[in-house]
């Protein structure tokens, strides 16, 4: 409380107020022995520096320097040490003594350390001042800023070039990510390839940066470089470091953003007899029933609200422990770290153990040792509902069970009621039996490095050894479900699960991994000469079994009964590969850089012959403000970094739709199956003509860019345009068309081109305000695809042509018909000129749609569709980024907004057809609708709607792709929002930690977008809408160190 | 010193490209390679094995095959509102509607005859044994081909591509319709003595074959004939289809002889096992013992290979899974053709002459003295399946005053305010998904094994595709187009006494009462939709007239009488006939769906290839 007041002295101090307002706080015996230190602080060249804060050492005792540059700070003692520090100069310590009075000078040397921050690259580092390609930078900072399960969610809205969609957010859910829309990039954590999933799942707190490598800065990993690379990096130790131990924990309460709500009973019945009258002119529905649910007070006529189910609080958890530091030969990095996740929908669990552990040491000058491991345990447990996806059930619950119908008979929870669907009710759930998966990884990685005695050569060999298991153990068990019948109390069995169902999947990958590499780094002078030479081998077998039975009881988990065995699946794949890696850097005067690299590489995936290639890249650079002209000019003061990039590679692409095998002749095993007198025998199939002419896609890019930083990096940023261009993309010579009566197809080849190009940016901005520092920061990405050109095309005429052809197209574009308006009477359907069901119209009422007739050939078909959006299954086009940080003494606050536009959703079943499956609807389509002024009485007049007028029976016109149905999606998120107290160092010290911070923070708390009138979240890409939408989450946290 | 550095450089480089080259050599887990397989008859009989599981075009006990019932006039679709439900409410057949190119099958039994010819791995008598088998299959594939296109490319080896300059002769044109019902019978006479397995259910023997060349020169004969008694017969000048009226005489014949080759031999019996005539005729489907009737199958096995038309189509009471029931439904139009025991036409009496309604103490009294095969084909009110009786009441009928008023709900098992019973627990319901929406369930093939209902189990139920009762009706069809009318009824009567008909229950044939026979003894069984097109009526029959009572779907509903005033008939039940109200629009067959049209990827492939008339 003291210090408190202490601080607040010192705020007054500078508006001339310190001599009353610390007589009246603090002992008078400080001030009597005081100190006021009066200055300027200046630049080398003399530039004058306001904003810059003067702090005395070990005290909250600051003030800031004047627009002029000028300062006075009173101190408590007659000697301290002052630290000055401004943004875009390196702190400086000045020591001052003195009685009452001191004026010092304080000049401040320019802070280059940005640009000395090491880049971690393909099989190496450098020097942000020295990179040449379009490589991005994420630090552990900014990665354990949000309380994220899963990396791919933490880097969202983050990096420019990065695309990132949340379709699927349950519990242990990453986000699709790519890099500038191109397809799943590499993943490699720690110099190991490796896959989406690895990555996701690693511990954020353990990653200590990640790169991504955007264009041919890529090409050194040759034939899976194509879609970009992204590097990750885990925490190390540092040599001569004091032990360090940090915690990292929070607990937050999850509920979904959005999700489509059902009808009421009250609707729900109401739209039945209506759609009966709509469709068939009669209802077994009459009014004094649907009067009678209207009302819903009347026993038997009662709703319920299925969505009572989702939770609004489900909760999640996290805690770290780590500890990193080291002596004089080794170090090491040590972390355990554990998240839980619930799922809104009870007995939905998701969990993570991570496991990293870091070592190095030295024998002798010369020889490093390392040991890496990465292991982690991940367990996602739910209930054991029919069907592949058990979240499939609890979502579609929430329109599937009918609002008429309640989860328990006679609602008593011993007897779980039978409903229209009991796989659905929410009630059957606890009887229903498990799912439960585990996925175990082990990555051990070990290293050593030599250094030759010739200065600046060493050389390094690393093995691998991967394990990665996944257990997936169902066991959906029997129940039944009840009717109750009231005259004679009882609870009737009267339906439920009589079909169980037993598997266990285990599935394992191994991998080794094999790498040597001679690495070469020398300053000669100016010159400034690098190189790396490697070789790598990698190989993975893959076994999966599967074991499947029908369990004679509930009560036995076991598997092991031979008459109970329903299925066995047993699946084995290899594959392998390896690559020469080489590259050669050259610098003069850190101002002309070149880098020149690549790699031979070699897949098993093609036919002997066709395995090799070569996958070479070149980049430039430019650092236009190291040269005297620039210095000289005086520009240097304003723009005080400029490097222009520019970056050609070549890579490859296995990922060309034809098995591992296609080259082989021969029979494909185990097709078919045909009981021949009495015996099972399995099939075998010819395999048609062999892919032997098929290799890698070729993918050139070309990236320039400039970085900047003006005002000492106050403002800085980067800016990067970039063009893929893929040929060989594969498919089949239709220039020769083979009679289809010889069944012979002819395989694809190497034929087709596409390219995607776009733009991309990325700024920052730091300052201070008084005590304030902030940073605020946006970034963007426009990237898209086009086709350029395909073999051959053929088109019958210019329509074909028009509608079908792909020649230098953009690629994504939805298709469909313009809607116009809505028939507003059954006269104007009777006299519309245009057919628009293709039933002269016989099939529409009031408020049904009406189509464009674009060829005005009185009919509307496939020849009226027009572009009418872009694709609503892939990344958008253009995605945006904004964050920000302020901090004010302990306090700091963060936020991140993430935004896309460009992308498009279709609407289909339970969203666009009413009584969808024979089930409820959202309330939307069932009250928006043109209807009957009195639903029973068809010759009532009709009322308008946003929807047409209710069917059981889809009515094929009404549902035809159109921009009735289609959306072009804009949103932007408040991603994050983060408010965090750092506890003063007096306190923290007392209580022996080092530091304390405190945290509370917020997901996904709003999104502006327009589709919120359909309940969905604009990431989701289910055209029924039935995504498990990301969560919107409250956390609470703290990070300690000691 | 230079040199040996780059020599050493250019060894380790080589060496290491090589151990590459061989690190990347890996082995594929599920191929097997053309030596693997020609080596080993076992291997050999697998790829038969894949053949034989491909020979169901229509799909037999899949949802598409079940569906094809609900394409004409026996079935009706009553599950899911989705997207089957287009079945009730298309405007017309589309052209390509049941279209069969299958030339990648054709390919691969060409392929087999290849490689079985010369591989030396097999004995000579398994080569003529695998020979004939694979020609076989061949012959039937042709069949399945020639009955929904016409005349098609004969395709009798397999082609090598090796460049554009090889597909000149590639392409072949249509035979004739004429010339290919002409090859399936000759192959079949050169292989039917070369074919073992004469006591298979399976695998072709020479009864199978025969069976095939009954079936194949019924149909050329009657297409000879009947087309050309159109008022504009269907054909095209090279004769692709259309076959010369003078053919027909000599068809017949060959079906005849070939039928007549089956009955002879004493092979085969009608199933007479149980002497409860309606559970004899529906175990005749579903009894995989000692069955005398069944000549060649689909077989399937628990566990193994199953189905699930049985957890698809079982009464909606009775199911045993979540999903799935009551996909289809006979219709009326079936139920109708039915005849009484006494010869009488199987009209159903619903109402007396004065339009009274008729009262019926139960529902299933209405269907008293009925053909028995009635039963064993379609569960009705109040019959029984797996011992259970189904509850099957679309209301009920409540006397007020002085007229009834029809009361119903939507509420499966509802009850009235009487405490009797609302709406049955198997519908019907008018608008509802997996309810039976004619007031029928199906129960040929249906399966009364527990289990059989679930998903996790199914059904292995055998799909026949051959059966004596079809060979004794193809004889008396060619018989009776022979004017050999005695021998024809001979046949007749054979069938209508294991029916349950007394012997000799017909003494007058007519083409009309052969087709009946037909249409009631082997519905749900993939015939109707063939034998209509053959006839050349399937456009009067599917006139897509609203309230035909051949094109639209009928349904019978019964109700449940509420009049305590009247002792004689509170309680009783009456019925309805009504078009099934999810049907909306009559079954509209077009002069272009007699013959299928030619995928447009191969009329574009091939320039010789002509269209199908209308098209």
């Given at each position: 409380m003291r210090m408190f007041k202490y601080y607040k002295a010192f705020i007054r101090c500078k508006k001339g107020y310190l001599l009353a307002v610390v007589c009246f706080f603090c002992l008078p015996s400080v001030w009597a022995q005081g100190l006021l230190v009066k200055g300027k602080v200046t630049s080398e060249v003399g530039e004058l520096l306001p904003g810059a804060s003067v702090r005395e050492m070990g005290t909250g005792n600051t003030v800031y320097s004047d627009k002029n540059g000028f300062f006075s700070l009173a101190i408590p003692d007659e000697n301290a040490t002052l630290v000055v520090t401004s943004i875009g100069f390196l702190p400086q310590e000045v020591t001052v003594t003195g009685k009452n009075e001191v004026t010092i000078n304080v000049i401040l040397k320019p802070d280059m350390r940005e640009l000395e921050e090491v880049v971690v690259v393909g099989y190496g580092e450098q020097t942000r001042a020295s990179v040449t390609g379009s490589v991005a930078t994420v630090n552990s900072d900014d990665l354990t800023n949000i309380p994220a399960p899963t990396v791919s969610q933490a880097l969202i809205g983050k990096v420019a070039g990065i695309t990132t969609r949340v379709t699927d957010g349950r519990p242990g859910a990453a986000a699709n990510m790519q890099i500038r829309n191109l397809g799943n990039p590499l993943y490699v954590i720690d110099g190991v390839q490796s896959g989406a999933e690895q990555f996701n799942q690693l511990g954020v707190d353990d990653i200590e940066n990640i790169s991504i490598l955007k264009d041919a800065s890529a090409a050194i990993y040759g034939l899976r470089a194509a879609n970009g690379v992204v590097l990750v990096t885990t925490k190390k130790g540092a040599l001569n470091q004091e032990n360090k131990v940090n915690v990292n924990t929070y607990y937050g309460w999850q509920s979904l953003t959005r999700f489509p709500k059902g009808a009421s009973a009250a609707d729900f019945v109401r739209a039945n007899a209506e759609a009966d009258i709509n469709e068939h002119g009669a209802t077994v529905w009459t009014p004094e029933e649907v009067a009678k649910w209207q009302k819903g007070t009347e026993e038997g006529y009662q709703g319920f609200d299925w969505s009572t189910y989702q939770r609004k609080n489900a909760p999640q958890s996290y805690i770290n422990f780590s500890t990193n530091g080291g002596g004089q030969k080794t170090n090491y990095y040590l972390s355990l770290s554990r998240l839980s996740q619930d799922a809104v929908y009870e007995g939905y669990n998701f969990s993570r153990m991570n496991l990293q552990s870091n070592i190095e040491t030295r024998i002798g000058n010369r020889l490093k040792l390392g040991l890496r491991m990465n292991g982690k345990v991940e367990n996602e447990d739910t209930p054991g509902l029919p069907g592949a996806d058990d979240y499939w059930q609890a979502l579609f619950g929430q329109l599937r069970n009918l609002p008429t119908e309640r989860p328990y008979a006679n609602d008593n929870p011993l007897y779980p009621a039978t409903n229209n669907n009991f796989a659905t009710n929410y009630a059957t759930f606890e009887y229903s039996g498990y799912s439960d998966k585990q996925r175990r990884t082990l990555q051990t990685t070990f290293d050593l490095e030599y250094k030759f005695p010739i200065t600046g050569l060493a050389i390094t060999a690393m093995y691998t050894y991967f394990y990665n298991n996944f257990l997936h153990d169902i066991f959906e068990k029997t129940y039944s479900t009840y009717t109750y019948d009231k005259i004679n109390n009882m609870y009737d069995v009267s339906g439920g699960q009589q079909n169980p169902f037993r598997t266990r999947k285990n599935a394992y990958v191994t991998d080794n991994i094999y790498r040597s590499q001679l690495n070469y780094k020398r300053e000669f002078g100016r010159h400034n000469v690098s190189g790396v030479l490697g070789m790598e081998a990698q190989e993975r077998t893959f076994k999966d079994f599967l074991v499947r039975s029908r369990p004679a009881t509930n009560y036995i988990d076991l598997i092991d009964q031979f008459n109970e065995l329903q299925d066995v699946i047993d699946i084995i794949e290899e594959n392998a590969r390896a690559g020469i890696i080489f590259r050669g850097n050259y610098a003069y005067d850190g101002r002309y850089l070149l880098e020149v690299g690549g790699r031979y590489d070699g897949s098993w995936r093609f036919p002997p012959g066709h395995r090799w290639g070569l996958f070479p890249s070149l980049s430039l650079g430019w650092r236009i403000s190291g040269e005297s002209f620039w210095k000289n000019s005086g520009l240097s003061d304003l723009i005080t970094h400029f490097k222009l990039r520019a970056s050609y590679g070549e890579m490859g692409d296995e990922g060309v739709g034809v098995g591992p095998f296609a080259y082989v002749p021969g029979y494909n095993w185990g097709v078919g199956t045909a009981i021949l007198d009495g015996a099972l025998v399995t099939g075998t199939v010819s395999r048609g003509m062999p892919v032997t002419t098929l290799s890698w896609i070729n993918s050139a890019i070309t990236n320039i860019g400039f970085d900047f930083s003006l005002w000492r990096g106050k403002l800085s940023g980067s800016v990067d345009a970039f063009k893929r261009r893929r040929t060989g993309l594969p498919s089949s010579r239709y220039d020769v068309l083979i009679p289809t009566e010889v069944a012979l197809t002819l395989p694809p080849e190497n034929l087709n081109a596409d390219e995607s190009k776009g733009v991309e940016s990325e700024l920052r901005f730091r300052s201070t305000i008084g005590r304030v520092n902030y940073t605020i920061g946006g970034n963007a990405t426009l990237a898209r695809t086009r086709n350029l050109y395909s073999y051959k095309p053929r088109f019958g005429n210019s329509w074909q042509y028009y509608r079908n052809s792909a020649e230098d197209r953009w690629q994504g574009i939805a298709w469909g018909y313009e809607y116009i308006g809505q028939f507003q009477s059954e006269e104007e359907i009777k006299s519309y000129p245009v057919d628009i069901d293709g039933q002269h119209n016989t099939t529409l009422l009031p408020g049904d749609l009406i189509y464009r007739d674009f060829n005005n050939d009185g009919v509307i078909n496939d020849l009226d569709m027009r572009p009418m959006g872009y694709s609503d299954t892939s990344q958008p086009c253009l995605s945006y980024g904004f964050h920000g940080r302020v901090s004010y003494k302990g306090i700091d606050f963060a936020f991140s907004l993430a935004g896309a536009s460009l992308q498009s959703r279709g609407r289909a079943a339970e969203i666009k057809l009413p009584f969808h499956n024979d089930a409820n609807s959202p309330s939307y389509l069932f009250n928006d609708r043109w209807h009957r002024a009195d639903i029973f009485d068809v010759n009532s007049s009709w009322v308008s709607g946003k929807y047409p007028a209710l069917r059981k029976t889809p009515v094929p016109s009404n549902n035809l792709p159109s921009t009735f149905w289609y959306t072009n999606i804009s949103y932007l998120r408040l991603r994050n929002a983060q408010l965090g107290y750092t506890l003063p160092k007096e306190i923290t010290e007392k209580l022996r930690f080092s530091r304390i911070r405190l945290y509370i923070n917020a997901t996904n708390l709003f999104s502006i977008d327009n589709v919120r009138s359909l309940q969905v979240d604009p990431e989701t890409q289910r055209g029924n809408g039935l995504d498990y939408p990301t969560h919107r989450i409250i956390n609470v946290g703290a990070n300690v160190n000691f | 010193m230079r040199k040996l550095i780059n020599y050493i450089v250019q060894v380790v480089v080589l060496l290491s490209l090589l151990a590459c080259e061989k690190w990347l050599e890996r082995e594929p887990s599920e191929i097997l390679l053309d030596k693997e397989v020609w080596n080993d008859a076992k291997l050999a009989e697998s790829v038969l094995a894949n053949l034989y599981n491909r020979l169901d075009p229509q799909g037999g006990f899949t949802v598409a095959g079940f569906l094809a019932h609900t394409d004409v006039d026996e079935g009706m679709w009553s599950g899911g509102l989705g997207d089957n439900n287009n079945k009730n409410t298309r405007v017309n057949f589309p052209y390509n509607y049941r279209n069969y190119w299958s030339y990648d099958l054709v390919r691969d039994v060409n392929l087999f005859l290849e490689k079985v010819d010369a591989s030396n791995k097999f004995t000579a008598d398994e080569k003529v044994q695998l020979l004939a088998e694979g020609r076989f299959i061949r012959a039937y594939v042709y069949f399945l081909h020639v009955r929904a296109m016409g005349g098609i490319p004969l395709i009798l080896k397999t082609y090598i591509y090796n460049g554009p300059g090889d597909v000149e002769n590639m392409k072949v044109p249509r035979s004739t319709e004429a010339e290919v019902y002409e090859f399936i019978a000759k192959e079949i006479d050169e292989i039917k003595d070369k074919l073992e397995n004469a006591n298979s259910k399976t695998r072709a023997n020479k009864w199978i074959a025969l069976a095939l060349k009954s079936r194949a020169m019924l149909y050329a004969g009657s297409l000879a004939r009947y087309n050309n008694l159109m008022a504009s017969p269907i054909s095209t000048p090279g004769g692709e289809v259309g076959i010369p009226v003078d053919k027909a005489r000599v068809y017949y014949e060959e079906s005849l002889s070939a039928s007549r080759e089956i009955i002879e031999s004493g092979k085969y019996r009608l199933y007479n096992e149980n002497p409860d005539r309606s559970r004899n005729f529906y175990e005749l489907?579903?009894?995989?013992?000692?069955?005398?009737?069944?000549?060649w199958v689909h077989d399937f096995a628990v566990p193994g290979k199953n189905h699930t038309y049985t957890f698809e189509n079982i009464p909606r009471s009775m199911r045993e899974s979540a999903g799935g029931s009551s996909g289809l439904t006979p219709a009326l139009n079936l139920v109708e053709a039915f005849d009484y025991?006494?010869?009488?036409?199987g009209m159903l009496k619903v109402n007396d002459p004065d339009g009274e309604y008729i009262y019926y103490t139960n529902p299933e009294d209405i269907f008293a003295n009925k053909d028995p095969r009635l039963w064993g084909t379609v569960i009705y009110p109040g019959a029984t399946f797996s011992g259970k009786r189904v509850s099957m009441q679309a209301g009920v009928m409540e006397w007020v005053v002085d007229r009834y008023e029809r009361r119903q709900n939507n509420q499966l098992g509802s009850r009235f305010k009487d405490g009797g019973l609302l709406v049955g627990m198997d519908g019907p319901l008018p608008n509802a998904a997996n309810v039976t929406n004619t007031g029928f369930n199906i129960r040929k093939y249906l399966d009364s094994k527990a289990g059989a209902a679930q998903q996790g189990i199914g059904s292995d139920v055998w799909w026949i595709r051959f059966r004596y009762a079809e060979i004794i009706l193809n004889a008396a069809e060619a018989a009776f187009e022979l004017e050999q009318a005695e021998e024809a009824l001979n046949y007749i009567n054979q069938l209508r006494e294991r029916a349950g008909f007394g012997p000799n229950s017909l003494t007058v044939l007519t083409t009309e009462k052969i087709r009946q026979e037909r249409r009631v003894e082997l519905a749900f069984e993939e015939h109707r939709w063939w034998d209509l097109k053959r006839w050349r009526i399937a456009h009067e029959i599917f006139n897509g007239q609203d309230n035909s009572i051949t094109a639209e779907k009928w349904a019978l509903w019964p109700y449940r009488v509420v009049r305590p005033g009247d002792p004689d008939k509170h309680n009783k039940y009456v019925f309805e006939k009504r078009v099934a109200p999810r049907f909306t629009r009559p079954l509209f067959f077009r002069m272009g769906n007699y013959y299928a049209n030619i995928p447009q990827a191969a009329l574009n492939a091939n320039p010789l290839l002509v269209k199908n008339p209308f098209h």
């Open positions: - | 489907f579903t009894n995989k013992g000692a069955n005398p009737e069944v000549i025991l006494d010869g009488n036409p």
